[in-house]
């Protein structure tokens, strides 16, 4: 059974950068994963996703250009590199995974197509 693990939150100013982890447990990681975010107040949203053949990515808008997600699947992680951040960008952020899917299956932006969550971590961007 898989479980992830996410670590790299802070806090931090405005236009710094962080680098989230996501550490999985199980087999590798050959399925669709995402990061979500969910702002103090606000629903949940999801923030990126990677396909489990690495070759198909996308962003929410309010991110692209600045967030990269990535997988180092010898190490079983899941990354997002934020850069430029900004005080909209303040949550709890979560990892999410998707074992059930194939290699090929594309990521989703939609949190019940995970079944598999992190715990979160805090990311609070002053101005």
């Known amino acids: 059974q898989v479980q992830l693990v996410e670590s790299g939150g802070g806090l931090v100013q405005a236009g710094d950068s962080l680098q989230l982890s996501c550490a999985a447990s199980g087999p590798p990681l050959n399925y669709p994963m995402a990061w979500f975010r969910q702002p103090p107040g606000e629903e949940r949203e999801v923030v990126a996703g990677?396909?489990?053949?690495?070759?198909?990515?996308f962003y929410v808008d309010s991110v692209k250009g600045r967030f990269t997600i990535s997988k180092d699947l010898a190490k079983k992680i899941l990354y997002l590199q934020m850069n430029g951040l900004e005080p909209g960008d303040t949550a709890v952020y979560f990892c999410?995974?998707?074992?059930?899917?194939?290699?090929?299956?594309?990521?989703?932006?939609?949190?019940?197509?995970?079944?598999?969550w992190g715990q979160g971590t805090q990311v609070t961007v002053s101005s």
């Open positions: 990677i396909s489990g053949l690495l070759d198909n990515k």
């Open positions: 999410a995974a998707s074992p059930r899917d194939g290699r090929t299956y594309l990521p989703r932006r939609e949190s019940n197509a995970y079944d598999t």
